[in-house]
């Protein structure tokens, strides 16, 4: 029995001074950032290429569905850093008179008072949307590229709209790249951008609720930009003319 107690004991004072069991932790790690795509377009000035892109923006109408049009005549520019892509940037132009809605109804049977013939005119040239007289340039230019994710980014820049400057944001979705494109042997890559603003903060307020009136048109406008880009290169020097 004496030696039974006096093992006990030891048995107690070594559990004693054990260090505690750590406890299971309650709350979940973080997961780890992902990995930036690899990205095999070279450094350099890239533009659009307009054979494979598309920008359109969408609006809501009476509250029952989004009214669709798209642009066909823009231009950008992206200086791209693949190594940095924060250090990227990008400039866009758009000439709001293209605007394309592709409707097939009959416009005058529904507008038989109005100056224009289409609802592409109207848009166009009225001073209720784009009034392409005054303001013949739409533009956006990025101020900040944000990496939020393997293949995906936040680009903020300033949008010139009406004759009006605020700064918006688009989410960025890399698709692909290449280092030398089939066709042009440079280097090329593509993405997908959306983007959401309110066309009051420009000053236009066409169609919206005011007073007893429920308005027409929504406020949000949301832009839409799918396309690629190709690599611009030098032209090679001339070789030296050959000596007489």
């Known amino acids: 029995m ?7 004991a030891l048995a107690g004072l070594l559990l004693a001074c054990a260090p505690p069991a750590q406890q299971a932790s309650t709350e979940a790690e973080p997961p780890a950032a992902a990995a930036p795509a690899q990205i095999l377009a070279p450094a350099g000035t890239y533009v659009i290429d307009p054979t494979h892109a598309n920008l359109q923006f969408r609006v809501n109408h009476l509250g029952l569905a989004d009214y669709i049009a798209r642009f066909t005549r823009y231009s950008a520019t992206l200086t791209l850093d693949p190594a940095n892509i924060a250090a990227s940037s990008i400039a866009f132009t758009v000439d709001p008179s293209s605007v394309r809605t592709d409707y097939p109804g009959n416009y005058r049977q529904t507008h038989a008072q109005s100056r224009f013939q289409s609802w592409d005119e109207d848009l166009s040239r009225s ?3 784009f009034n392409t007289g005054q303001f013949p340039e739409a533009s956006f230019r990025s101020t900040a590229v944000e990496v939020t994710g393997a293949n ?12 009006q400057t605020r700064p918006v944001t688009f989410d960025v979705t890399y698709g692909g790249s290449m280092a ?3 066709y042009t042997r440079a280097g090329a890559i593509g993405f997908s951008a959306k983007g959401t603003f309110n066309r009051s903060d420009f000053g236009n307020r066409f169609g919206l609720a005011q007073g007893d009136s429920p308005g027409f048109l929504g406020d ?6 799918d396309g690629e880009f190709q690599q611009q290169v030098a032209p090679a020097a001339p070789a030296e003319a050959a000596k007489q």
Do not use: C, S, W
Request: aromatic share 12%; charged share 15%.
């Open 152 to 163: 995906t980014a936040r680009v903020t820049g300033d949008l010139t709209f009406l004759g």
């Open 180 to 182: 030398q494109h089939p």
């Open 127 to 129: 001073e209720n949307f």
């Open 2 to 8: 004496t030696r039974f107690l006096a093992t006990a």
């Open 220 to 225: 949000a406008v949301t832009i839409e930009f």
